[in-house]
């Protein structure tokens, strides 16, 4: 049974410091707690200090946006909103940790950090051929397939709870030194997985509270983890954090070196949508517009009870009050609702018109092709999907525009659809681990290519015409929220085998450049390559291939295709 309790008498749920936890139960002793201080085993000794973090927590907040931050002290005003623990993160709740010395890592310096490996009693960096290697799932054996879905059934029903996560936020100071107190679930690892990243982002895909956000701080919007050049470097920490627990699973279940797998973005790969392994039916095969519920052995008898359900609720119907969208998730109710985990293109994203595909390789070449993360039109936006990749037009060319949000990541969750298209629940679906396994593969072919031509390009380059690096969690010394132990955007901009991973194999990069669209206009033809179920649509989509379109294509043809996507207003 899942247990409530506050935040600071949080039970012992595991003595081995090699159990991660937004929370530590090591940390939850008196003394701890009234010094905000969690540093135990005293970092290790040798391995690492105990440092004060609130001066350069609260330095970078003070270079955010001050309304921005206001938000997330008190609220809108006259809404009643409880105390978010995002604030200031993680200064709520600990201000003194651990800072490990080279190669230790975890919350006391007890573990070897990623892309180390203990030997003799020290943590050395792992070679070549001990780095752990990320496969496409389809290339898996039957047996590595099997176990995969063993070790995730078993982190989602996980008896042996070593998670505990927040589920009520206080309304207001309360305790006698006038600090909040937080109450907290203990959780399975997968449910506490989806609560990392419903956290990052509660408040978007709701209309009501991207009104009340814009109103409160003059045009912003809430989101750590996307629409920023951190949403390369908040994603790769949060993979990084599920495999290594996924990992902690399966060595559990006699399963020895687990690692994720990717998805290749392949729509006729039966490897991934059957009733065996992620479920039935295929994104492709459903309906436009009427979500479906996904069936398969993973999926029955309860046994993936969909949590932090209320933003998809409210998406579905293009309602929902805020202040019922953004609460924190009580897992226990949440999973005695037995709610089952739908996939299939949204209403929402039909009356848009968005195109339902996954990106081909000229596409993913394209991403590539710019050796910058600026803001405008750098990596960064190319890879998360807001620059429009018109990857089957007679001559490839990009596009940026307001309404440009429909390409590469973005394309394939709004592909998949059902909770994964809403980004708060989004990782309720575990295609959201292959798929974003994926993206860090194209992240890791263009820090390849780069490194290998000089110095990584900078985190981000503001161009003035973006607000993104005055958020709190933005800069590159900014730690990544709602993340513990804690890391920075600047920890997690280097390579995979700084990590202790490689991919089996990588995109190659491109061989041409690819200009501006001579026509910018929202309503121009953007032609897209890659897989879409539907065949040819006003958006220019070819089912399968550029090349195939245009060999069987006459010029007068593709004239008309042109001018009924531009009469149509697609975009």
Known sequence: MITTSVVWLLLVISASSLVRGQFPAVCNTEDSLASKTCCPNNCGGARGDCVDVSDAVTQSWNRADPNIVEFLRNGPPGYGWPMDVRYQWPLRVFQNVCQCEEGWGGYDCSDCDFGYIEEGGECVKRSESQLYERKQFSNLSKIQQDEYFRVLQEAKKEDEMVWAVVTEEPMHMNNKDGEPTYKLQNVSTYDMLVVLHFLSAREKDNDDCKNIIKNATHGSEIDFAHEFSGFITWHRYYLLITEREL????????????????????????????????????????????????????????????????????????????????????????????????????????????????????????????????????????????????????????????????????????????????????????????????????????????????NLPPFSVNDNSSDAIQHPGYSEDDYLIPMFPLKTNADMYKTADEFGYKYDELPPMPTETYERCSDPRPTAACLKDGYNPDGYNPDGYNPDSASALYQMASLPFLLVLAYTAHYINFL
């Not at 797998?261 to 095969?285: C, L, M, V």
Request: proline share 3%.
């Open 247 to 454: 990992r902690r699973v399966a060595k559990r279940l006699g399963i020895s070196h687990f690692a994720l797998s990717y998805w290749a973005w392949n729509g006729r790969d039966e490897n991934i949508f059957n009733a065996k392994h992620f479920g039935k039916p295929t994104p492709g095969s459903i309906t436009k517009g009427k979500p479906v519920n996904v069936t398969g052995s993973l999926f029955e008898n309860g046994n993936w009870p969909v949590v932090c359900n209320e933003n998809y609720k409210a998406f579905l119907h293009d309602s929902g009050n805020c202040t019922k969208v953004r609460e924190v998730c009580n897992i226990q109710r949440n999973r005695a609702q037995n709610i089952r985990l739908q996939r299939g293109m949204l209403e929402h994203d039909v009356r848009l018109k968005d195109t339902r595909f996954l990106p081909g390789n000229t596409s993913i070449q394209m991403a590539l092709a710019v050796n910058n993360n600026n803001e405008h039109d750098g990596f960064r936006k190319r890879l998360e999907g807001y620059v429009d990749l018109c990857a089957s037009n007679k001559i490839n060319c990009t596009n940026v525009t307001k309404s440009s949000h429909d390409n590469m990541h973005n394309a394939v969750h709004i592909y998949v659809g059902g909770h994964m298209r809403v980004l708060g629940p989004a990782s309720n679906d575990p295609v959201f681990f292959l798929h974003h396994a994926n993206i860090d593969r194209i992240l890791e072919s263009w820090f390849q290519y780069n490194k290998l031509n000089g």
